[in-house]
T-cell receptor, first 111, second 117 residues
Framework: QKEVEQDPGPLSVPEGAIVSLNCTYS??????FMWYRQYSRKGPELLMY????GNKEDGRFTAQVDKSSKYISLFIRDSQPSDSATYLC???????????FGSGTRLSIRP | GAVVSQHPSRVICKSGTSVKIECRSL??????MFWYRQFPKQSLMLMAT?????????EQGVEKDKFLINHASLTLSTLTVTSAHPEDSSFYIC?????????????FGPGTRLTVL
């Protein structure tokens, strides 16, 4: 069993739709939870960073962490074609610890 | 913001040659840098953790004699792929953790695409 599970997609939604991406994990020691966006042939870009459980909102993006269920989510409101990318969930045990990545979900927003 | 650069962005080499990839933190010092490898349509896999002035720590299954890491300064880490073979072709990405811990997150470079013929 992988430490972090993420549906690879692809996920295709129309422009303006709400997108829901999620990951599950098995290691209860994870404390830091991140979402990265990666465009083709580029390095990952940090979108959201959350410590422990709870919600965090930044513009059109909302990250949720439910440690009791070992489940994290990323919601994108009013999705735009420019949001088309691969979204990677990631987590670590400590701030300076190695990051474990999910496999990534390929998202396509149709104009 | 914190910027990490990688050089080169793309390299093509013949089998058996060695290739050096540089990772630089441009506007901050980094005591710790990480090296990842990403195969097509797969996630990032940590190869090694590099600490300034000390030997790198390699993940299980990563050959330290094949992937040489040097972290000689607080702004530069290098990864050398020795005697490269076609199966080493991949996207190599570094990340850096700011020394001043302005945030607790790592900043990623843009990646280097290695193709071994």
């Amino acid at each position: 069993q992988k430490e972090v599970e993420q549906d690879p997609g692809p996920l295709s939604v129309p422009e303006g739709a709400i997108v829901s991406l999620n990951c599950t994990y098995s290691n209860s020691a994870f404390q830091y939870f991140m979402w990265y966006r990666q465009y083709s042939r580029k390095g990952p870009e940090l979108l959201m960073y959350t410590y422990s459980s709870g919600n965090k909102e930044d513009g059109r993006f909302t990250a949720q962490v439910d440690k009791s269920s070992k489940y994290i989510s990323l919601f994108i409101r009013d999705s735009q074609p420019s949001d088309s990318a691969t979204y990677l969930c990631a987590m670590s045990k400590g701030s300076a610890s190695k990051i474990i990545f999910g496999s990534g979900t390929r998202l396509s927003i149709r104009p | 913001g914190a910027v990490v650069s990688q050089h080169p962005s793309r390299v093509i080499c013949k089998s058996g040659t060695s290739v050096k990839i540089e990772c630089r933190s441009l506007d901050f010092q980094a005591t710790t840098m990480f090296w990842y490898r990403q195969f097509p349509k797969q996630s990032l896999m940590l190869m090694a953790t590099s600490n300034e002035g000390s030997k790198a720590t390699y993940e299980q299954g990563v050959e330290k004699d094949k992937f040489l890491i040097n972290h000689a300064s607080l702004t530069l880490s290098t990864l050398t792929v020795t005697s490269a073979h076609p199966e080493d072709s991949s996207f190599y990405i570094c990340s850096a953790l700011p020394r001043d811990r302005r945030t607790d997150t790592q900043y990623f470079g843009p990646g280097t695409r290695l193709t071994v013929l």
